[in-house]
């Protein structure tokens, strides 16, 4: 088998460059590890920037987006029972739409299908070959027999656990990376969410959020040490560690209910440099994490996909290599940004350090982002997305 490029991972960032390559007749295969129907039970992302939602569009993917999601234009911040908004809206003129990384891999794997574009799903031992010379190829496992797919480019978009990183030689690379002693302990209920905004919550208790993915569904989160087993979270136990560290009207608007999701996420800030191998390229999480706190994952995805699809569409339409040999730097400097913004909330809002001294620089921080103008501007201009 022979195509132009081939794509490893289905997740949002390989389908979404599956896409937009297909749609300026640049051929793809997608190789994913897992089946369509796991891809699609994994709960993750909620909130998108314009930019990612105009590359949804640009993708012809964005119609239930603009039908189903919900246009926020402010976020909330509880510090100690006392809320406080920031409008993205009057700092910003922006906003961000909540709609769930369910439903966005949904809509891209409807539009792959009705585009006719092949993914090869259970696809295992994936192995990248001749990444550095003219003539790659890729092998895999699948339907029993192992297969082959030359190509002119591998686009690496198989996530933090995938392959294709790890193909590198350990010279060519340099891992940048964080780990946070805790996690995300996180449930979905088909419950009315507390608030029609986010609600980022800082509490001498721990870190909480109230997110949603519907007006009737709720997404709420609970920082939890790492050590921390779901068995030993019953639905009753997390709603009883969410309940004491809500604001009164929160705590009054509160529908508890059965989970049916409920997961534990570490919280990790990692980049790897480069993003290019010869013609490797990674995109998403395979090339960079941030901890969820300032819900940048998958829009970076969205953003390296962008650079990666504009610089392919140059050399197959334009013969012109400029765009690939600038990917990783122009990806990697909007990376660094978000990974600053996700890591300067995240050790703002959790409890992370029993030194009192970090508790009060905490609150001090805090306290400048509800009163000053340009504080609440900066985090504004970055929930929202940087310009690309
Ligand atoms: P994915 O989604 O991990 O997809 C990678 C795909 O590659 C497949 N794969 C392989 N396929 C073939 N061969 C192999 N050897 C393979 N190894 C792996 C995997 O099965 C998978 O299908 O990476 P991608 O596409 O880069 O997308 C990244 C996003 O999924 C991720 O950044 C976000 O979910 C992060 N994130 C959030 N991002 C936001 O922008 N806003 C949010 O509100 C937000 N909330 C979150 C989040 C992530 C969370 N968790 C669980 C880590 C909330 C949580 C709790
Ligand atoms: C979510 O709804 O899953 C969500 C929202 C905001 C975040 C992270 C996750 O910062």
Known sequence: MRTEVVIIGAGPAGLLLGQLLHKHGIDNVILERQTGEYVLGRVRAGVIEQVTIDLLDEAGVGARMHEDGLVHEGVQICVDGVRHR????????????????????????????????PTIYAAYDVHLHGIFGDKPHVTFRADGKTQEIACDFVAGCDGFHGVCR?????????????????????????????????????HPLGFALCSMRSPTRSRYYLQCSLAE??????????????????DDKARARLVTGPSIEKSIAPLRSFVAEPMRFGRLYLAGDAAHIVPPTGAKGLNLAASDVRYLSQALVEHYAEKSDAGL????????????????????????????SE?????????????????????????AENYVGLPY
């Not at 660094?336 to 050790?347: G, I, P, V, Y």
């Open 355 to 379: 030194n009192p001294f970090d508790q009060k620089i905490q609150l001090a921080e805090l306290d400048y982002l509800f009163r000053s103008k340009a504080a609440a501007t900066v985090f």
């Open 86 to 117: 920031i409008s993205f809206a009057e700092l910003t003129g922006k906003a961000v739409m909540v709609y769930g990384q369910t439903e966005i891999t949904k809509d891209l794997m409807d539009g792959r299908a009705a585009a006719g574009a």
């Open 229 to 246: 087993d779901v068995d030993s979270w019953p639905d009753d136990r997390f709603w009883e560690e969410l309940r004491p560290r809500l």
């Open 325 to 352: 040999d600038h990917y990783s730097e122009r990806a990697l400097n909007r990376v660094w940004k978000a990974e600053r913004f996700s890591w300067w909330m995240t050790t703002m809002l959790h409890r992370i």
């Open 166 to 202: 790890k193909s590198v030689p350990a010279h060519a690379i340099t891992a940048h990376e964080r780990v946070y002693p805790l996690g995300w302990l996180g449930i979905l209920s088909d419950t009315p969410p507390v608030s029609d905004e986010l609600i980022y919550v800082h």
